[in-house]
């Protein structure tokens, strides 16, 4: 997490994190999606799937905190890889997601 004080912390306001103070993103490619896509899903009022151009996918989530935002990743990729072991216990202790996806 990025600490931003001062003038630069005008990204905190409603336009940009409606005052969230944790902000995350992961990006996903399957070579699989090249024919279909990758599914796109409103995760919650604060998370979406958004497929990308090419075989990809970017999981966005806002969170009051790091616990709640790694639930809400967690969410989106469950959903691009149902069946793949990727994310880590519920209570958002440690993994590495792509170490993860590389094995």
Known sequence: MARVEG?????????VSG???ALGSVV????RWEAT???????????????LVGPGAQVVA???GAVT???LLDQGLRLLAPSRQLFGPPDG????????ALH
């Not at 003038?7 to 336009?15: L, M, N, Q, T």
């Not at 996903?28 to 070579?31: E, G, I, K, R, W």
């Not at 990758?38 to 958004?50: H, N």
């Open 37 to 51: 896509g990758p599914p796109s899903a409103v995760l919650s009022d604060r998370g979406a799937v958004l497929a």
């Open 69 to 71: 935002l790694r639930r």
């Open 7 to 15: 003038e630069s912390a005008g990204w905190a306001g409603p336009a």
């Open 19 to 21: 005052g969230s103070r």
């Open 93 to 100: 202790r440690g993994v590495d997601v792509v170490t993860q």
């Open 62 to 64: 806002l969170a009051d």
């Open 28 to 31: 996903m490619v399957d070579p």
